[in-house]
């Protein structure tokens, strides 16, 4: 077997897996989330959910990719044996559905990026996005964010992933905050952060708000699907797991709770909260950009750093699905790193069209591989390390985290409070899967 990579640093890993971590999903879902139900209510409980369920898991997926030093397929038949292996497989594939969407949401924000530069985002922010969203020119933006993310693929983990990681990252958590001070200084971020804010109590115990919570931090973490594993595979020596789960956890949650103190005050600014209550897309991609419009050269310049930064946290998410499926392809096909890459892309790139083609098909994959399969694969891989393999898992964490008390704490979680919600997750996400199935024939 090929040597395989190995992060350069600590500091590489992490903000790699951040990189991974924080995505579309943070600027775009999360804000949107907490808007349409329970605002600073649907904050806290997504915060709740975060520590005591996507922490654990998260921990779990580093301790498995660590401990075994394998991508998921030779992961999961290393902790359980060759039938788990089946489970690692289908990690891959969910890998490769959420991509194929993935792609062409970078692909749309993309095009935004370029008109912006250009000066040439119509006044109709709603025909053009109509437009630019499905057809020949989503496909080529689609194509061009996966050839972007296949070459750093294919240059390998530590002089491919981590060099652009350790660059865009910063560069990223420097734009966004930029953005949310200029967002505090419009005249209508006031009731902005209230919409985004106001706490709505009745709202917190539907269930629809707390699988909301539930679905959006399992996405926005990137849990349930071996990225976390395959990244943690990497990573030499010993050192702090719960730690690093921690570090990854916080700084996407951050990311988060920023990107939508940049969306709301703009949106509230010039009364587009109707395009926002339509859908999460049409607050980002129609009503921000309508509203930066009416700022003339400013506008301009803002337009362009915020879809950079939409892109720069697009293209790092992407660079971690492309690394499931292409490193699953490496340990298991025995393909060599670029064969992997460009096979693994090309195949996406492909399977990305219908999506390109119709956002619906968008919307419906979103909530089949985006929310119920990751959900899934998050129960399952609780139950996997909770009660099969949680000896060898306790070592690994124990190794480095000198804490035997935290350490019954996290298994005693994974087998008791991380099924039960995210078995009740499953659940909603499965029901939800109705409306957007059938929006696909309308
Ligand atoms: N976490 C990414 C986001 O928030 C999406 C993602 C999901 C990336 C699963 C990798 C794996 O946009």
């Not at 919600?421 to 899967?433: D, E, G, I």
Request: charged residues 10%; contains cysteine.
């Amino acid at each position: 077997m090929a040597t395989r990579g190995a992060w350069g640093s600590n500091t590489g890993f992490i903000l790699a897996a951040v990189g991974g971590a924080v995505g579309l999903g943070n600027l775009w879902g999360f804000a949107y989330s907490a808007s349409q139900g329970g605002g600073a209510a649907f904050v806290v409980l997504y915060f709740g959910f975060v520590l005591f369920v996507g922490v654990p898991v998260l921990t779990a997926e580093l301790v498995i990719g660590r401990h075994t030093k394998r991508s998921p397929i030779a992961a999961l038949a290393a902790v359980g044996g060759d039938r788990m292996k089946w489970l690692g497989v289908f990690f891959v594939l969910v890998g490769f559905g959420i991509l194929s969407f993935y792609s062409v949401i970078m692909g749309w924000t993309g095009r935004l990026l370029v008109d912006f530069v250009r000066g040439a985002v119509p006044e109709d922010t709603a025909a053009h996005f109509g437009a630019i969203s499905e057809g020949i020119g989503a496909i080529v933006a689609h194509f061009v964010g996966m050839i972007i993310t296949i070459l750093i693929i294919v240059r390998g983990v530590q002089r491919g992933i981590e060099r652009v990681s350790v660059v865009l990252m910063p560069t990223l958590f420097f734009l966004i905050a930029s953005l949310a001070v200029w967002a505090a200084t419009l005249s209508g971020s006031g009731p902005g952060y209230a919409f985004y804010l106001q706490p709505e109590l009745s709202e917190l115990f539907e269930a629809r708000t707390i699988t909301g919570a539930a679905g959006q931090a399992f996405f926005s973490l990137s849990l349930g699907m071996g990225a976390m594993i395959t990244y943690a595979s990497y990573l030499p020596g010993r050192g702090s797991l719960p730690a690093k789960a921690g570090l990854i956890a916080l700084s996407d949650t951050l990311v988060a709770f920023v990107g939508g103190l940049v969306t709301f005050p703009v949106i509230f600014h010039f009364g587009l909260q109707q395009e926002v209550s339509d859908s999460a897309i049409g607050a980002l991609f129609i009503a921000v950009p309508r509203g930066l419009l009416s700022f003339g050269a400013a506008g301009q310049y803002v337009g362009i750093v915020f879809f950079s930064t939409l892109y720069i946290a697009a293209l790092t998410s992407a660079i971690s699905l492309l690394e499931v499926v292409s490193s699953a392809a490496i340990d298991s096909l025995g393909f060599s790193r670029s064969r992997a890459g460009w096979l693994g892309g090309a195949a996406i790139a492909l399977a990305g069209i219908p999506g390109a083609l119709s956002s619906d098909w968008v919307g419906f994959l979103f909530q089949l591989v985006g929310q119920a399969c990751l959900v899934l694969g998050g129960l399952l891989l609780a139950l996997i390390v909770g009660y099969v393999w949680k000896d060898s898992a306790r070592a690994e964490l124990l190794a480095g985290f000198d804490h035997p008390g935290l350490a019954s704490a996290w298994i005693w979680l994974l087998r008791t409070v991380v099924p039960v919600m995210l078995a009740v997750t499953l659940y909603f996400s499965v029901v939800a899967l109705g409306p957007v199935a059938r929006a696909l024939f309308d």
